[in-house]
């Protein structure tokens, strides 16, 4: 019932608002304070959000409410092969994307709803937004929600709400970003967050896991409508903003903002995806019929500085010259390929008779991708 | 005449970007040394990471050149001034935590070869970059 209305109110405000789209895009001024999104498309609404950031006039809030079809989205200055179970996102069937704020991995879907609160800086508080998004699950009916001394919004000890990111101008403007879990598929979250790789040292920034849960098990009823007409008139309340929802989605409302597409399209790119990955090493031990073989890679901005191999163990020591000779050559051959991306180009033509140099080649195929 | 007549004279300039951002100047070399200002460090708090040009790219004043993720947020650095990224200092990473502890000196970020040295004087000096702290 809630939701039939909902739609009923959408269409009519879509309506009336068509013709006036998100901004005068010759002056690119972002005229409105609480926007919508009606896309689930997390390429758009993730460049939607740096668009509003970079374009609202400094001193002005703004909100902004969006859930997004099942995606991982890791930090900006995260190593994807680290944080995310790729074997499993392609056994799902999901991209993963790389954001432009700071900050973990989450994951997400339908079933959780985001929202980010942009402030200038100056009157810029962690407490006061999540403050913000607690009113609004309270007057859904949650009456035991908490705010945590992390600035986390929980219901008993499990956070309901994903941990907070931020993006800043510094001096200027900063936006809080947080997700709410209203029926996320957990399970799938758990299974995809797990990468199993322990020996893979990484710089940058490492996720923090916590013990999670969802507001539907708290409240069986709630939905993202709510969710989004509560934070909304919370916000209203507390920066004493008379305006309504400004409602946007792809194409008609957003085609003309050069910006947006272009951020669109560079979260697909290799460069942004892959090639923003800070430094890290991956040390690996196989052991084949022939014998048994440390890999140590190493690897920046998405490429392969050096892959070297230590002869363990040998099956039939007398080839072990033959063996050095082959793996030189590999070593020689991976050093500036693209790490997950080795295409059989690379592999040395000298080894391609080599039953056990393929066995070899096939094992870092397979690593590289997991 | 004396035995100074000779020498070179050298000139270094301090100028401040409106986000932020120092460049030192030195007009014998033409090279810019690029880094946060102390007031930036200590608004975004315990820095975690630093992303860092590559060698050789020409920037334009005003392009993103890197950015800085501390414990609170992630925020962009932009080229103060035009030219070729010369040198990046290798130390931060490994040591994010330099540009906290000493933000203009050893956590210095890059190193521009200056195309226009003109462009210095768009930019504010140290007494109209602290008005614009204060601000």
Known sequence: ?370 | MGPNMFAVRTLTTKKYTEDHEAVVFDDSTGIGVVSITDYAQSSLGDVVFVELPALETKVTKGDQIGAVESVKAASDIYAPISGTIQEINENLNDQPGLLNKSPEDEGWLCKIKVSDPTELDSLMDEAEYKAHCES
């Open chain 1, 1 to 370: 019932m809630i939701s039939s209305v909902f739609h009923r109110v959408t269409r009519t405000r879509l309506a009336l608002h068509y013709a006036h789209l998100l901004s005068t895009s010759a002056t690119q001024v972002v005229k409105h304070s609480i926007y919508v999104s009606k896309s689930t498309n997390p390429y758009f609404n993730l460049s939607l959000e740096d668009w509003l950031f970079k374009h609202k006039p400094h001193n002005d809030p703004l909100l902004l409410l969006y859930r997004d079809d099942p995606c991982v989205v890791i930090g900006r200055n995260q190593n994807p092969w680290k944080e995310v179970n790729m074997t499993e996102l392609r056994g799902v069937g999901i991209p993963f994307i790389r954001r432009r704020s700071g900050g973990g991995t989450v994951y997400h879907d339908l079933g959780n709803s985001n929202f980010s609160i942009h402030l200038p800086r100056s009157s810029f508080d962690r407490n006061d937004s999540a403050k913000v998004v607690l009113r609004a699950i309270q007057s859904l009916g949650l009456t035991d929600a908490n705010v945590n001394e992390r600035n986390d919004v929980c219901v008993g000890r499990f956070k309901i709400c994903f941990p907070h990111f931020e993006r800043m101008i510094v001096n200027k403007r900063a936006y809080h970003h947080g997700t709410m879990l209203i029926s996320s598929e957990l399970g799938t979250l758990g299974k995809l967050l797990n990468s199993n790789k322990d020996t893979m040292q990484t710089k940058g920034v490492a996720s923090v896991r916590s013990p999670v849960c969802n507001l539907r098990q708290h409240k069986p009823d709630i939905s993202h409508e709510d969710f989004v007409y509560a934070v909304v008139r919370e916000f209203q309340d507390h920066y004493n903003i008379r305006e309504t929802i400004k409602w946007v989605d792809e194409g008609s409302d957003c085609e003309g903002i050069e910006e947006i597409r272009k951020g669109m399209h560079e979260l697909t790119t290799w460069d942004w995806a892959f090639g923003q990955t800070p430094e890290f090493t991956y040390t690996l031990e196989h052991t084949f019929g022939w014998g048994t073989l440390k890999t140590n890679l190493h690897s920046k901005h998405g490429i392969i500085l050096s892959c070297t191999f230590d002869i363990v163990d040998l099956v039939d020591r007398g080839g072990i010259s033959e063996v050095r000779g082959h793996l030189d050559l590999l070593e020689r051959s991976l050093a500036g390929e693209k790490y997950g991306f080795l295409e059989d180009e690379a592999n040395p033509k000298e080894l391609t008779g080599s039953e056990s140099a393929r066995q070899l080649w096939d094992e870092l195929v397979k690593e590289m991708k997991s």
